[in-house]
Structures are given as structure tokens and as C-alpha cells.
């Protein structure tokens, strides 16, 4: 098998394919091609990102700044002003809804109930002139049936299962008079409020402490297990990104580069991009030796080089490398579903072996 | 210790935070309660803990920003007046906008009364150069430069006049992976060309294993373990040191399936606990712990590994 042989398949390389038909995916993003339009031009952010979340799962979607992952979070939930983007071509499904055609209005329905959104900065996604409380009663309020009470009732429990001591106390608190992890709990509390089949967490834990940070993952996780959500984890964190989910993409430059279960991508990495990530973590090398930092910067969106974005950092680049390449699934697939990289390079190799 | 260039003695540093109507202080936010730490030439000094433990507090206390409420910051510098440089998180923020970057770059000789603008110019390119910058670059201004670029820009600014101790205060964490290995790496060998002296406040643990030679672990103001990195990771004996290790996140080991026991909340630090300042958190908690702990080596083989734990007095009680 050559790669050109497999270049017309799709570019996204199906994850199990057993629980495909019966259900649709929690979310489907096929081949998203968004631009920004600036002076006399256009940034680039995303070219051509295929992800799937299927019921229950946990992916994960690692990249550095500018590699378009917050931009597929939040055009997840569609929370950039309409007028603000052009989207290229590509689809964006939420269990078989389509959210790029969905009005304005149907938009509010889902976003809170159907899906939900934690941030980094918890005090300022928070209210900081509302109660706590209040702040999750709305939720509640706005999108069951439940009367005040009840909505208090609910929210208290959402509280005590987030570990909280005094749930009540805090309920009547504000954000201000809480702690960094405490807020974030909160935060998580709000968005399991309606039980979301899928939870997009961006950057969730990167302005805790440890401590903090390995209990809110640890509390994510039980909670979404509990109620069978979802969870798309975005993060530049390969260690939390490895710990946490089952399935990562990495991203560079507005396009998936490699994707696979968890333990497949951070122990075989193939793309040369994740291979020189991981390289350049400092946990990865005796102390006091050289890192192996990727040369370069990565490229300005709005200039985009031909071909593969990656080219003019990467040490193996070869003449196929002036076209983009497509997510090829590596050989060792048998044992690795779903494994693949778009690297014309080390796929190549790959087969060879 | 030998050849220090640095010595804190007891170091306090208190901030008032509420007063009565006549000005007076009536609560107190204790930072640092009692630093006691030297730091020798040439060596790179790792100090990590959580937000809140005094980490910064200690860099104001360093660059003479902060002056102790108590204690002694005593420098054995041959020139009298300590030089000591500063390498800030946010590269966004320390560089002033409206400078072009040989001026940012020479702005700490300029202070200290160089004006030859030639001289300087020539200076920046020197500098610029060693931290890999080019120096065509000079002229510009920090907006122009990825966040990589700044930190460069930074640390030659940092090393302009020559210092005696460079405190790096979370130098890498507003950077990316790939950006931070560069940085990490650029630190290492100016420091093994220049013979530098570093102070690298982190809390990022992975980041401190790989630089520094010694570790500092601070849990509310004060170190609770210090002592070689090597040594203090491996066998760790305080039980905040632990805690934290555990919580590194660690690549490809999965978090583990047991449930989510009940977070503690740091206590805060405007009273102080009466006893172990860790006493709150800790499951090792026996008779003993009720009294102030103090800084002491672990056992006689290891002087230099020191912790503030009662529990090894008598050398490793607990058969570890």
C-alpha cells in the first residue's frame, strides 16, 4: 500500500467504526475550512479540521498558540460573531444537528443544555456581581421546567457532587470570595447543570495549581462518566492531554496533523510535529541536557506557505512535501485503529518498514 | 555554605491589609515567615511551590523591591552594591513599547551612567547575538517579535550589566512547548559561558528538575524542604513535597480510576497556624505536630538535604 493509493480517502480516518452507523457522533466536524478576513486578505485558522466525538467519549485536542484549537472550540458552540468569519467549506454537526445553518435562537436552546462550555479563566467566565448560586438557578431555570425551589435544590446537589464542603455557604457566595479551583469547580458544576451530552473544556485547568489541577480533571472525569457526557478536552498539555483522554488530535496551523488513541500517539508518535513536541519536553530529557526544541516559528496564518505547513521546521522534508498532505493511516494500523498522521515523510517510512 | 553570593537570615515579609481609622495596621497577609536560604555562585537555585506560598514575594524581596519586615538579605559581592537582574513571565508586559529594543536591551547600563550612544549600540549587538536575536533587529520595537523573541530580548536586557544573580521569575510559562525548550536551552549555555548565577522561580516541576541543581519546596512563606534535586526528588520527605510530585502530571500514565477524595483548601495566611503550617493537609499527622516546625537535615549523611518535618528527627521514622 503507497500513500497515493490512499490519498483519495477522506482525510479523516474513521475512529471504530462499529459505534459509527447506529448513532450519530456527539459532534462532527468534517473538513472545516474557516478564514478571518483582514485588510487585503485573510487569516487562515482553520484548513480542513476533521474531528469526531462519539457518545461518551473523551478527546482530546492538544496544539501551541495559533494552532487554531480554540477556534474549533469555539466555532463548536459557535461563539464568534457571525459576521466575523467565512467558513471556506465544511460542516459542523451536533448529534446530526447542524449548527452552522442553526438560527440565533435555536443556538441558545442548545448551547448550555446540549452542550456546554468550560473556560480557563474562571472568574471571568463567572458573573462577578451575581451569587453563585444564581448563577447556575439561571441555567436551570432557563432551560428545564423546574420551579425555584427545585432549581435551588438541584443546584445544591450539583454542588455537593462537586466535592464542595458546605454547598449551601457557598451557593450564597460570591465568586470573588472563592478560590481559584473552587471557582473552577464551580464552573464545572454549571456546565453539568442540564447534563450535556457534550462538554467542550478549553484549557480547563492551565491557571490552577497541580494539586488543584490533577482533582478538577479528577472530578471532570467522574462526573462526565456519571452521566455518559462527552468531554472535548483543549489543552496545550501533552502530559494532562496523555493522563486524561482517549483519543488526541494534534493540531498545527489550523489542521489536525496526527490523530489516535491516546497511548498510541504519545508513545508512537509519527508526524515529525508531535515527535519534536514531545522531544522538547523537559520531562522527556536527562536534566541539564540539551532540549531538542523544533527549530523556527510557526508560520503566520495569513501567508501560509504551499504545502505542508509544517515543511520549513521539519528535518525530513522531501519533494512531496510541496503538496498538503492528507491523514494517512499508518501501517501499524491493525494493532492501532484509527492511528494516522499527514506527513508524506514518515507515513512513507512507515510503509516501507 | 562556600562561596555564596547570597545569604537570607530569617527572612519575614508581612503586608497590612486592613486598618483601623487612625492608619494602623490590624491584619496582617503574612508572605514570607522566616526564609532561611544561601545561594552559591554559579549554581542554579530551584524554588517551587503553589500560587500563594510567597515564591514572587521572595523575587521582590531578592531584587530589593520588597524590603524584609525582619530578617537580613546579606550579599558577598566584591562590588559592594549586589547586581541582580530580573527575567519576568510575561515578555508582553516587561519590555516597555516604546523603546526600540537596543535601548531595552542597555537600558540597566544606562542607569548605571553609560551614555555613548555608539558604545551602547555596539553593546546591544553583542548581547543580541548571544541570545540568538538578530542584530538587524535592533531598531525595532517589542511588538514586532513573537513571545519567544521577547524572552530573548529579556534575558539580554538581564545580562547587560553583568550581574552577580539573575532571578528568573516563571520564565517559560507564557511560552509554547517548542519555544520553551529553545528558551530553556539558551539559559544553559549563556549560563555555562558566563559562569551566571540563577534563582528559577517556577511551579512548574519538570521545568525546575531540568535546570536546577538545588530545589527549594515552599509551602506558606516558608521552605518545608531544600536540598538537591536530584536527592530531594527521589526521595522526597515532607509531605507537601509529596503531595505535589504526585500531582505532576506525568506523560502516558493515566489518572488514577479511585474516587476524588475532598480538596483542602490552602489555609489562608493571614493568621497563621500554631503549629506545622501544613498540619491542615497533611495524613501523616502524629504528636509533635502541634508545635513550629523548624528546617532541619534529614540525616547526617545528607546535610545539605534539610526538611521541616518533626517526623525525622530521629531519621526516617517511617522506614522509607
Known sequence: ?353 | MPDAVLTLDKIHVRFPVKRDWRGQARAWAHALNGVDLSVARGETLGVVGESGCGKTTLAQVLMGLQPPTQGQLRWHTDRGRPNVQIVFQDPQSSLDPRLPVWKIITEPSYVKGEARESAMRARAARLAEQVGLSPDYLNRYPHEFSGGQRQRIAIARALASDPDVIVLDEPTSALDISVQAQIINLLFELQRKHQLTYILISHNVSVIRHMSNRIAVMYLGQIVELGDTAQVLARQRHPYTRLLLDAVPVLGAPLPERAVQVIPELPGNRVLPTGCFFLDRCVFRTQGCERRQQLKPVSTDTPAHRVRCHRYDHDEPDGK
Open chain 1, 1 to 353: 500500500m503507497t500513500p497515493n493509493s490512499q490519498s483519495n480517502t477522506a482525510r479523516h480516518v474513521a475512529a471504530p467504526a462499529a459505534q459509527q452507523d447506529t448513532i450519530p457522533p456527539v459532534l462532527d466536524i468534517a473538513d472545516l475550512h474557516i478564514e478571518f478576513p483582514i485588510y487585503r486578505g485573510a487569516v487562515r485558522a482553520l484548513n480542513g479540521v476533521t474531528i469526531r466525538v462519539q457518545q461518551g467519549e473523551i478527546v482530546g485536542v492538544v496544539g501551541e498558540s495559533g494552532s487554531g484549537k480554540s477556534v474549533t472550540a469555539m466555532m463548536s458552540m459557535r461563539l464568534i460573531p457571525q459576521h466575523s468569519y467565512v467558513v471556506r467549506k465544511g460542516s459542523i454537526h451536533k448529534s446530526g444537528k447542524n449548527i452552522l445553518a442553526a438560527s440565533e435562537k435555536q443556538m441558545r436552546q442548545i448551547r448550555g443544555s446540549d452542550m456546554a462550555m468550560i473556560f480557563q479563566e474562571p472568574m471571568t467566565a463567572l458573573n462577578p456581581t451575581m451569587r453563585v448560586g444564581r448563577q447556575i438557578t439561571d441555567v436551570v431555570s432557563t432551560h428545564t421546567a423546574l420551579s425555584p425551589k427545585q432549581a435551588r435544590e438541584r443546584a445544591i446537589s450539583l454542588l455537593r457532587e462537586m466535592h464542595i464542603a458546605d454547598p449551601e455557604q457557598v451557593f450564597d457566595a460570591y465568586p470573588f470570595e472563592l478560590s481559584g479551583g473552587m471557582r473552577q469547580r464551580i464552573m464545572i458544576a454549571l456546565a453539568f447543570s442540564c447534563e450535556p451530552s457534550l462538554l467542550i473544556a478549553d484549557e480547563p485547568t492551565t491557571a490552577l495549581d497541580v494539586t488543584v489541577q490533577k482533582q478538577v480533571l479528577m472530578l471532570l472525569r467522574e462526573r462526565a462518566k456519571k452521566t455518559g457526557t462527552a468531554i472535548l478536552l483543549i489543552t496545550h498539555d501533552m502530559a494532562v492531554v496523555s493522563q486524561f483522554c482517549e483519543r488526541i488530535y494534534v493540531m498545527y496551523a489550523g489542521s489536525v496533523v496526527e490523530q489516535g488513541a491516546a497511548a498510541d500517539v504519545i508513545n508512537r508518535p509519527a508526524h515529525p510535529y508531535t515527535r519534536g513536541l514531545l522531544g522538547a519536553l523537559p520531562e522527556n530529557a536527562r536534566p541539564g541536557a540539551p532540549l531538542l526544541a523544533i527549530s523556527g516559528q510557526v508560520p503566520n496564518l495569513a501567508d501560509l506557505p504551499a504545502g505542508c505547513a509544517f515543511r520549513n521546521r521539519c528535518r525530513l522534508q522531501g519533494d512531496a512535501c510541496s503538496r498538503v498532505p492528507p491523514l494517512l493511516p499508518l501501517t501499524s494500523a491493525a494493532d492501532a485503529p484509527g492511528h494516522a498522521a499527514a506527513c508524506w515523510m514518515t507515513v512513507r517510512e512507515q510503509h516501507d518498514a
